[in-house]
């Protein structure tokens, strides 16, 4: 029987030129008419009909050939070790010529076809393969980064907007308006947005807010006038300058809706939170006004400054100042030290540069001697959410202490007369458990919590002590914690971890502009701190809490340990230095409209004002600072005595409640009773707290006063 011969409409072999898949051929040029289209003119060649160029038939729609994919061809995203060459349907291609030698054709406007891209062929122009995909993830972060961090400005759709993401209610998104009503409402309306137990109602006019009320749904005087407070702190967030809605943003409004939003949700548990916070408030706060009145009584009327005294007094020493609704910030928080603690430094004579925690940059040419006064230090008391079995549960009461409160006196040596409240206990069907017997009442699994604010540095060893003393428990130490000076002062640096090295030091400048008999001279401290003791550190964020007590009890090493972290914090941690602070010692120095008036060396006692003049070239007077944590923290200062060939050694302790004692003043103290000694140590003393903790003042003082000359 004979083979019969192909036909013209027959298939062509599997190796024909056309073919994709052939390796080293390319489509003819443009110039060159595609057999194709010479044999099937447009609009006659039937739809799934086979084609010259393909072994299979390519499907065509119309005279433009549909060109299979890299799948269908065979082909993947790697390239094989001959290179394949892609080819673009017959009559429709370009071809182009890649550096490396590929022959890649570029479809025509007909064509259909989509280019492999250099990740597809496993070509990177940096020499290596792209990861698409954690390119992608990075992007994606990126945008995750940023969703929800610009809040928007103020105006109707943005409180109503923030209230959304924080989980509120609002009256205005269910309501219907006409465009006329739209035109007349829209900005000119109250928004009331609502929790579990709480509402609050912003009042508009022209998109700016007039007014803002905070009502709970528990009724008591207390909880009524802390949502004054409340309310007129939001309104404060919500300010427009100059009447220009686009220039006040939503940020802190958000943040603080975000705080009321959080123990909202904590109070649908049966137990309203809003009013446990606000019956240990009632409580501390008649604390501190009993304290208050005390320390008054102390004092003579004709004291200056007798209530700004008496304030700082119980702030700083006695049971702390608890507020609520203050500082821009809702909530409740005991105030338990600042650094320009002295009570004789009103809030103008220590106006000076903000600290890095206050988020403000320094004013050039206007620092003083008293660095971070602002930096108050305090305990934001919050609630939430902890098993019972773990941990004590929070109490809804106000009667932490007696009515009516007696405090003991000073030399009774009697402490402060707290009381046990009743527990709080909530139906088992409050919470919706269905493993709850019925009947039968539990205790709420809520806590309290106070939040360090800012955080506290310690000694391993003290802050395991801290936490001991309100019963939590001990932090696991997965890796050899960081020394405590290098947590303190370089934390960039512990937090991917500290070796165990023998000693940690590290080193700052400070200037100083001395005048003696009118003669100017600036002088240049050259700090060294030498920890050689091993002593780890741990950084106290939070502590949990059953009882305010446990708290006040804890205040007095609370401020030790601030203010150890104050002192070197400002001395070697300036984001200036040097020329961050000065001192005219032994002389009054000129004023002029630049600067501040300067004072004498005997006026440091006299609580007078701190100035910063220009800083030339001086003198450098080296000082060796050695830190020691235990027992008592002590700095040991070495620097030499102006004018003179001794070197003084002065040892400072930083006792509870931050005071100062000298137990050493080597090269200071040459003569003089015992009696007379310990008078000059106590002045000394007293000289370190006036100067707010700057330890290269309190140095330029002792170095000028010890001068022979």
Same mark, same amino acid.
């Given at each position: 029987?004979?083979?019969?011969?192909?036909?013209?409409?027959?298939?062509?072999?599997?190796?024909?030129?056309?073919?994709?898949?052939?390796?080293?051929?390319?489509?003819?040029?443009?110039?060159?008419?595609?057999p194709?289209?010479?044999?099937?003119?447009?609009?006659?060649?039937?739809?799934?009909?086979?084609?010259?160029?393909?072994s299979?038939?390519?499907?065509?729609?119309?005279?433009?050939?549909?060109?299979?994919?890299?799948?269908?061809?065979?082909?993947?995203?790697?390239?094989?070790?001959?290179?394949?060459?892609?080819?673009?349907?017959?009559?429709?291609?370009?071809?182009? /010529?890649?550096?490396?030698?590929?022959?890649?054709h570029?479809?025509? %406007?007909?064509?259909?076809?989509?280019?492999?891209?250099?990740? !597809?062929?496993?070509?990177?122009? #940096?020499?290596?393969?792209?990861?698409?995909?954690?390119?992608?993830?990075?992007?994606?972060?990126?945008?995750?980064r940023?969703?929800g961090?610009?809040?928007?400005?103020?105006?109707?759709?943005?409180?109503a907007?923030?209230?959304?993401?924080?989980?509120?209610?609002?009256?205005?998104?269910?309501?219907?308006?006409?465009?006329?009503?739209?035109?007349?409402k829209?900005?000119?309306?109250?928004?009331?947005? #609502?929790?579990?137990?709480?509402?609050?109602?912003?009042?508009?006019?022209?998109?700016?807010?007039?007014?803002?009320q905070?009502?709970? =749904?528990?009724?008591?005087? @207390?909880l009524?006038?802390?949502?004054?407070?409340?309310?007129?702190?939001?309104?404060?967030?919500?300010?427009?300058?100059?009447?220009?809605?686009?220039?006040?943003?939503? !940020?802190?409004?958000?943040?603080? *809706?975000?705080?009321?939003?959080?123990? $909202?949700?904590?109070?649908?548990?049966?137990?309203?939170?809003?009013?446990?916070?606000?019956?240990?408030?009632?409580?501390?706060?008649?604390?501190?006004?009993?304290?208050?009145?005390?320390?008054?009584a102390?004092?003579k009327?004709?004291?200056?400054?007798?209530?700004?005294?008496?304030? /700082?007094?119980?702030?700083?020493?006695?049971?702390?100042?608890p507020?609520?609704?203050?500082?821009?910030?809702?909530?409740?928080?005991?105030?338990?030290w600042?650094?320009?603690?002295? @009570?004789?430094?009103?809030?103008?004579?220590?106006?000076?540069?903000?600290?890095?925690?206050?988020?403000?940059?320094?004013?050039?040419?206007?620092?003083?001697?008293?660095?971070?006064?602002?930096?108050?230090?305090? %305990?934001?008391?919050?609630?939430?959410?902890?098993s019972?079995?773990?941990?004590?549960?929070?109490?809804?009461? !106000?009667? +932490?202490?007696?009515?009516?409160?007696? *405090?003991?006196?000073?030399? =009774?040596?009697?402490?402060?007369?707290?009381?046990?409240p009743?527990?709080?206990?909530?139906?088992?069907?409050?919470?919706?458990?269905?493993?709850?017997?019925?009947?039968?009442?539990? %205790?709420?699994?809520?806590?309290?919590?106070?939040?360090?604010?800012?955080? %506290?540095?310690?000694?391993?060893?003290?802050?395991?002590?801290?936490?001991?003393?309100?019963?939590?428990?001990?932090?696991q130490?997965?890796?050899?914690?960081?020394?405590? #000076?290098?947590?303190?002062?370089?934390?960039?640096?512990?937090?991917?971890?500290?070796?165990?090295?023998?000693?940690?030091t590290?080193?700052?400048?400070?200037?100083?502009?001395?005048?003696? $008999?009118?003669?100017?001279?600036?002088?240049?401290?050259?700090?060294?701190?030498?920890?050689v003791?091993?002593?780890?550190?741990?950084?106290?964020?939070?502590?949990?809490?059953?009882?305010?007590?446990?708290?006040?009890?804890?205040?007095?090493?609370?401020?030790?340990? #601030?203010?150890?972290?104050?002192?070197l914090?400002?001395?070697?941690?300036?984001?200036?230095?040097?020329?961050?602070?000065?001192?005219?010692?032994?002389?009054?120095?000129?004023?002029?409209?630049?600067?501040?008036?300067?004072?004498?060396?005997?006026?440091?006692?006299?609580?007078?004002?701190? =100035?910063?003049?220009?800083?030339?070239?001086?003198?450098?007077?080296?000082?060796?600072?050695?830190?020691?944590?235990?027992?008592?923290?002590?700095?040991?200062?070495?620097?030499?005595?102006?004018?003179?060939?001794?070197?003084?050694?002065?040892?400072?302790?930083?006792?509870?409640?931050?005071?100062?004692?000298?137990?050493?003043?080597?090269?200071? *103290?040459?003569?003089?009773?015992?009696?007379?000694?310990?008078?000059?140590?106590?002045?000394?003393?007293?000289?370190?707290?006036?100067?707010?903790? $700057?330890?290269?003042?309190?140095?330029? +003082?002792?170095?000028?006063?010890?001068?022979?000359?």
């Amino acid at each position: 029987m004979a083979t019969p011969t192909p036909s013209s409409g027959s298939k062509r072999p599997a190796g024909s030129g056309l073919t994709p898949s052939h390796f080293n051929q390319s489509s003819p040029p443009r110039s060159v008419p595609s057999p194709v289209a010479a044999r099937h003119p447009a609009g006659k060649t039937p739809i799934n009909h086979p084609t010259t160029s393909s072994s299979q038939g390519s499907k065509t729609l119309g005279s433009t050939p549909l060109v299979r994919n890299l799948s269908q061809t065979g082909n993947t995203s790697s390239p094989s070790a001959n290179m394949l060459s892609f080819g673009t349907p017959s009559g429709l291609g370009i071809e182009g /010529t890649t550096p490396l030698g590929l022959h890649i054709h570029t479809p025509a %406007l007909g064509g259909a076809a989509m280019m492999p891209t250099m990740s !597809d062929l496993g070509l990177s122009t #940096a020499g290596g393969k792209r990861n698409e995909d954690e390119e992608r993830r990075a992007k994606m972060r990126k945008v995750l980064r940023k969703i929800g961090t610009p809040k928007g400005r103020v105006s109707e759709e943005g409180i109503a907007r923030v209230s959304r993401r924080v989980g509120f209610a609002n009256d205005i998104d269910a309501e219907k308006l006409t465009a006329e009503e739209k035109e007349r409402k829209v900005g000119n309306r109250p928004i009331s947005t #609502a929790g579990n137990t709480i509402v609050i109602e912003v009042h508009l006019k022209n998109q700016v807010p007039q007014n803002v009320q905070v009502m709970y =749904s528990v009724q008591s005087k @207390a909880l009524e006038e802390q949502g004054e407070k409340a309310g007129k702190l939001l309104l404060n967030d919500l300010k427009v300058a100059d009447g220009v809605a686009l220039n006040a943003k939503l !940020d802190r409004f958000a943040a603080n *809706l975000e705080s009321l939003a959080r123990l $909202d949700r904590l109070s649908a548990g049966g137990v309203n939170c809003f009013e446990a916070l606000s019956g240990l408030y009632s409580s501390l706060r008649r604390l501190y006004e009993q304290e208050k009145g005390a320390a008054r009584a102390g004092m003579k009327a004709s004291v200056p400054d007798i209530e700004e005294k008496t304030e /700082t007094e119980v702030l700083c020493k006695k049971s702390g100042k608890p507020v609520a609704h203050e500082r821009n910030r809702l909530g409740v928080e005991i105030l338990y030290w600042h650094e320009s603690r002295h @009570a004789g430094i009103s809030k103008d004579k220590a106006a000076g540069t903000k600290t890095e925690a206050d988020g403000q940059k320094a004013n050039d040419g206007d620092t003083t001697a008293i660095q971070g006064n602002d930096t108050t230090f305090a %305990l934001r008391i919050e609630a939430e959410s902890s098993s019972a079995g773990l941990y004590p549960s929070l109490r809804v009461a !106000d009667t +932490w202490l007696p009515y009516p409160l007696e *405090l003991p006196s000073a030399g =009774s040596g009697e402490s402060i007369p707290w009381q046990e409240p009743p527990l709080t206990f909530i139906a088992p069907d409050a919470t919706g458990n269905l493993m709850a017997v019925d009947g039968q009442q539990h %205790l709420p699994d809520l806590r309290f919590v106070a939040m360090l604010d800012p955080p %506290l540095v310690m000694p391993y060893q003290t802050a395991l002590n801290v936490l001991a003393a309100v019963g939590a428990p001990q932090p696991q130490a997965m890796t050899i914690p960081p020394q405590y #000076a290098a947590l303190l002062l370089r934390p960039e640096v512990a937090a991917h971890g500290q070796p165990n090295i023998a000693s940690f030091t590290t080193s700052a400048e400070q200037d100083f502009l001395s005048q003696r $008999d009118g003669q100017e001279n600036v002088v240049r401290h050259n700090y060294i701190l030498d920890s050689v003791k091993l002593d780890w550190g741990f950084k106290v964020e939070e502590l949990p809490f059953s009882h305010p007590r446990q708290l006040i009890e804890l205040l007095p090493t609370l401020r030790q340990w #601030a203010c150890v972290g104050s002192l070197l914090k400002a001395t070697f941690n300036r984001q200036n230095a040097p020329s961050t602070s000065s001192a005219a010692l032994n002389g009054t120095a000129p004023t002029n409209g630049n600067s501040r008036d300067h004072f004498k060396l005997d006026d440091l006692l006299q609580q007078s004002p701190i =100035s910063q003049p220009p800083v030339q070239n001086g003198n450098n007077v080296p000082v060796n600072i050695a830190l020691a944590t235990a027992p008592t923290p002590t700095l040991g200062l070495i620097f030499p005595i102006l004018d003179s060939e001794r070197i003084a050694n002065i040892s400072v302790q930083i006792l509870p409640n931050a005071d100062f004692a000298i137990s050493t003043h080597e090269g200071i *103290l040459q003569s003089g009773t015992a009696d007379d000694q310990g008078e000059k140590t106590r002045k000394m003393a007293r000289a370190l707290e006036v100067c707010g903790g $700057d330890l290269g003042l309190w140095i330029e +003082w002792l170095r000028t006063t010890s001068s022979p000359s």
